[in-house]
Structure formats: C-alpha cells, structure tokens
Nanobody, 126 residues
Framework: QVQLVESGGDSVQAGASLRLSCRYT????????MGWFRQAPGKQREGVAA???????SYVDSVKGRFTISRDLSKNTMYLQMVNLKPEDTAMYYC????????????????????WGQGTQVTVSS
C-alpha cells in the first residue's frame, strides 16, 4: 500500500516562491530513498532533487541555491522549497521513492525509482 500524493503546485510570477509537499504511506524512513522530478511538455523527465536516509541530498545544477529538499518523518511528508522561480521551472513535478541504496550518480535518474505520485503542476510566468 505504497502511496505518494503531491500538492502545492500553482501558477505564479517569476521570482515567487512555492513549497511542494509529498505525503506518503508505505515508505521506509530508513531504507527508501526519495526524490523530486519534473517534466515539461515535449521534454524528458529530469531529476530535480534527491533525499537519502543518510542525509546526503543532491540537486540538478539548474536549481542549486534555489531549491531545498527536506523530509519530515513525523508527518510522513517530503517537501521541495522553491525560491526565485523562473519560467524554465515550469513543469509537472512528481515525487518518487526507490528501494536504495544507490550511488549519488544515480540519485537523479528516473529509472532508479519505482514508486511515483501523480504530479502537481508548477507554472511560472515572466
């Protein structure tokens, strides 16, 4: 009964901030790895940020310094805090979980994960 549900997406102006949430069930806090991905129309799904039980997080270069991934174990929720949003951040955002462990080089690869939410839309206008 693994389930992941994203929320928090919105249509905003460039420079705005948003916090995405992923509420989950059936995910191990200490053995499962989780991450955020996004997909824009006509483009491949790309890894945005990844969280590991060891506390080692990774980010795609385009969001470093602007996005922060976190996980609240007591609330069974993973977050993606996004600041200074840009039009190129426009995409459907998905949270995902995988069995782990895996090397950092694989943390932002969609094929590493086997549990996915349905997505939440983020639209940023200039």
């Amino acid at each position: 009964q693994v389930q992941l549900v994203e929320s928090g997406g919105d249509s905003v102006q460039a420079g705005a901030s948003l916090r995405l949430s992923c509420r989950y069930t059936g995910i191990s806090d200490f053995s499962d790895f989780m991450g955020w991905f996004r997909q824009a129309p006509g483009k491949q799904r790309e890894g945005v940020a990844a969280y590991s039980p060891e506390g080692r997080n990774s980010y795609v270069d385009s969001v470093k310094g602007r996005f922060t991934i976190s996980r609240d174990l007591s609330k069974n929720t993973m977050y993606l805090q996004m600041v200074n949003l840009k039009p190129e951040d426009t995409a459907m955002y998905y949270c995902a979980a995988g069995p782990g462990p895996f090397h950092a080089s694989r943390a932002l690869m969609p094929g590493t994960y086997n549990r996915w939410g349905q997505g939440t839309q983020v639209t940023v206008s200039s």
